[in-house]
């Protein structure tokens, strides 16, 4: 590989909330989504450039911005944003927030596919609202759309938007074009309107190409508007950038009051450096970074089917983000947590807190290099087995298994 993904780069010390936020130093974090990789080199020589300038002050952002942004989407994906459509601010959750402001009235009720992404739950909620949980499909180890269910939700006249999130966290899937075709259906028939987050749009897996939801048509583009960042596939959360695409105008207005009133209309003197960086010179970077990613989820499919196969790892299509269903523990989610963080010294995510209905599951955040991902496997893997067996030994693997 041309670009290092294997060193261990500390991150203790840095104010990582990943990292520092831990009550201990012997555990090890594989929570909060971001990577423990450097970004790609094209961003970081960004960074360097501005920063040797030495002046930090209010920033304007230049038609380049808006280019790099629209070229890239529509080389990778086919879809030309107008650049007329683009709101900047941010990050995507205050985009969301932004969004449910503008396009609802308290009591309103906004649809979510659950499980899904909990801060979905936290902006629907700060803006007086009441989220309509559906829940996915999940048969055979797998999550799927249940179109029933979502065509009923949907014909509540209360329900006024439906976020979707497109490639979907925390169950892995990147919605196929006649799902999301089907889904653009039902809401469109029931006069829901879709914003859809599309943060993880970049880290998707060979069979699973992201189709934008704004692509499919021209009533699905001007039915909808979409939130879409680089932070995920370049780690770049702490930069803060991100971008509302809001192709009707009327929309678009409200859209741009609501960022005003929030006070998120501004973004600082390197996103933008970062993000044109990250648009213009970070692809051959993304591309490594994926193969790495998607080996490292083999790693934890094929490790935990050989040691402890009674635990499912959902199939991953997209995002870093691993999906582990532990009902054969026969322990509420919140337990499994708590269990990994005080015995195994390990920090996972449950699944109560994705609005989880059935079953008991877990969240493990891949991002990471080997040395890291192995040492967390072992730790969970010697810290369940026993739950599950009825003993507290459990077999080895050979070393960097």
Avoid at 107 to 120: A, R, S
């Amino acid at each position: 590989m041309k670009y290092d993904f294997d060193t261990v780069v500390p991150r203790r010390g840095t104010n990582s909330y990943k990292w520092d936020s831990m009550p201990r130093e012997d555990i090890l974090p594989m929570w909060v989504a971001d990577m423990d990789f450097r970004t790609a080199p094209a961003v970081t020589d960004a960074i360097r450039k501005r920063a040797e300038h030495g002046i930090f002050g209010y920033t304007r952002v230049p038609d380049s911005y808006y280019e790099a942004v629209t070229n890239w989407f529509e080389r990778r994906h086919g879809w030309k944003i107008n650049p007329e459509w683009m709101i900047y601010t941010t990050g995507v959750v205050p985009a969301l927030s932004a969004v449910i402001r503008a396009l609802t009235v308290p009591g309103d009720k906004v649809l979510v596919q659950t499980p899904v992404y909990n801060c979905f739950f936290s902006s629907i909620r700060n803006n007086g609202c009441v989220a309509e949980t559906c829940p996915l499909k999940y048969e055979n180890g797998r999550y799927a759309l249940d179109a029933e269910e979502l065509e009923r939700k949907a014909s509540d006249p209360a329900v006024k938007l439906m976020l979707l999130c497109n490639p979907h966290n925390p169950a892995g899937r990147v919605w196929t074009r006649e799902e999301l075709e089907e889904m653009a259906a039902i809401c469109r028939r029931n006069g829901v309107f879709i914003v859809a987050d599309e943060i993880h749009c970049e880290l998707t897996y060979p069979g699973h190409p992201y189709t934008p939801f704004a692509s499919l048509s021209e009533d699905a583009l001007h039915h909808s508007v979409t939130c879409i960042s680089p932070s995920k596939a370049f780690n770049l959360a702490g930069i803060q950038i991100a971008n509302i695409v809001a192709a009707d105008e009327e929309v678009r207005k409200r859209i741009d009051k609501a960022i005003n009133i929030n006070e998120v209309c501004d973004v600082n003197s390197f996103a933008v450096d970062a993000l044109e960086a990250a648009y213009n010179g970070g692809e051959d970077w993304l591309e490594e970074l994926k193969l790495y990613l998607y080996g490292n989820y083999e790693i934890v499919r094929d490790m935990l089917a050989e040691r402890l196969p009674q635990l499912r790892v959902v199939p991953l299509e997209g995002t870093y983000l691993v999906w582990i269903d532990c009902s054969a523990l026969g322990l509420p989610s919140a337990e499994i947590v708590r269990l990994l963080e005080e015995e195994g010294r390990v920090l996972v995510n449950g699944g109560e807190m994705y609005g989880e209905t059935a079953g008991c599951f877990i969240r493990l955040n891949v991002a990471c290099p080997r040395k890291l991902l192995l040492e967390g496997l072992e730790r969970i893997i010697r810290t369940l087995c026993g739950r599950i067996s009825g003993t507290r030994t459990c077999p080895s693997g050979p070393a960097g298994s």
